[in-house]
């Protein structure tokens, strides 16, 4: 086994082959990997990312199917996707997605570890007691050697607070990231969730350190438009990159529900994405589909090229629970520019569905004191 010559995609490419007959092999095609896909500079920085990430918040616990699981990295990672994206809480149950994406890498891509961009946040319920959340100096690296320990890593790339903490001065939490990326434990910072305001200071903060915020990974989607008011603006000024998650709204800007809620779907079964949405959203869902059926694509794919559209977008994490999920999302690539009047038409129903502004929820604290 050689090591593969890096091959970056030039900005402006737009060509890109998926073999289906690929599926499920793991030898990987060295040669042409970094060629397939397209490659953006996050921010400032001296980092690109690939256009499309892998996020392991749903189908890599526990509970999910480790063949398919491995299948399905193994394919990005051949696909040219360098990014995966996990969580201390990722499962179910919670630091299992850590876990199982370990043994992957132990098993399959221990040799290509310098070829991956991977990352780890922390900020949500993770273990009992009052350290065991949130924004504290004591949570942040307690759970950052947690996360290291379950990947069998030395360090991960990005580590993210995955939500500022209300309670806990920016400053203690910004100098936690600071001090993981001293102290080797990981090679960049990052924010999530983080409103415009937060995201202003918490970049002062960590610059005046002398660490600079790579990116902030917030949810955006034609359903959820929030960072539009303000977040991007602030990105741009203070060249942070953006990755955003959900960019299918959970699976609801697919083609799965253009009828209705089919048994067995995720909005069938998950406490995340409610029936009642998703029947909400139908007019919005058929006219945006009835756009991209006359673009020559499905509406995920179409989904993920409106999200990438915005020049501070440096890449969108999917989710994929099968190889042949992955590889449609992927192909959004393959299309991803638009016409002033489909820019229009889109901006004209999403207006009238009231998608623009929903802030990141924050829960009101009670059990703290």
């Known amino acids: 086994m050689f090591a593969p010559q890096l091959h970056y995609a030039k900005r402006g490419h737009s060509e890109m082959e998926v073999d289906p007959s690929d599926s499920g092999h793991h030898a990987f095609r060295m040669s042409s990997r970094y060629e397939k896909m397209l490659y953006k500079r996050c921010g400032k920085s001296g ?55 370990g043994k992957i890498l132990r098993k399959d891509l221990a040799a290509y570890r310098d070829e991956m961009i991977i990352s780890t946040k922390a900020g949500y319920d993770m273990w009992p007691g009052p350290y065991g959340e949130w ?19 030395d360090y991960v790339d990005i580590f993210y607070s995955h939500r500022p903490d209300p309670e806990t001065p920016l400053e203690e939490t910004m100098g936690a990231l600071d001090h993981a990326v001293r102290s080797g434990k990981a090679l960049y910072a990052g924010i999530s969730n983080y409103r415009p305001k ?18 902030h990974q917030p949810r955006y989607n034609m359903l959820d438009r929030w960072i539009e008011d303000g977040l991007t603006a602030v990105l741009e000024k203070e060249g942070i990159g953006c990755i955003v998650f959900s ?29 009642e949405a998703v029947q909400k959203n139908l007019p919005t869902i058929r006219a945006l589909h009835a756009i991209a059926k006359r673009r020559g694509q499905p509406l995920a794919e179409m989904a993920l090229a409106w999200v990438l559209r915005l020049p501070v977008v440096t890449s969108a994490l999917i989710g ?19 016409t002033k009047q489909e820019l229009t038409e889109i901006r004209d129903i999403l207006r009238s569905a009231q998608t623009f502004v929903k802030l990141p929820h924050r829960k009101k604290e009670t059990t703290r004191k």
């Open 320 to 338: 994929a629970s099968s190889v042949a999920q992955l590889e449609s999302n992927v192909k959004a690539l393959t299309n991803l520019e638009f």
């Open 47 to 101: 980092v690109l990312l690939p256009r499309i990430s892998l996020g392991l918040w749903l189908n890599f616990g526990d509970n999910d199917s480790q063949p398919t699981a491995r299948d399905v990295v193994l394919r990005a990672f051949d696909l040219g996707i360098t990014h995966f994206d996990l969580a201390n809480n990722y499962g179910p149950p919670p630091g299992s997605a850590e876990t199982n994406f």
């Open 247 to 275: 960019p299918l709204a959970q699976g609801m800007l697919t083609d799965r529900y253009l009828r209705e809620v089919p048994v067995g779907s995720r909005a069938s079964r998950e406490h995340f994405l409610k029936s």
């Open 135 to 153: 924004g504290s100096r004591k949570y942040l690296l307690a759970s950052l050697d947690q996360s290291l320990k379950r990947m069998g890593l």
């Open 198 to 215: 937060e995201t202003r200071r918490a970049a002062a903060i960590l610059r005046k350190l002398g660490t600079p915020c790579l990116i």
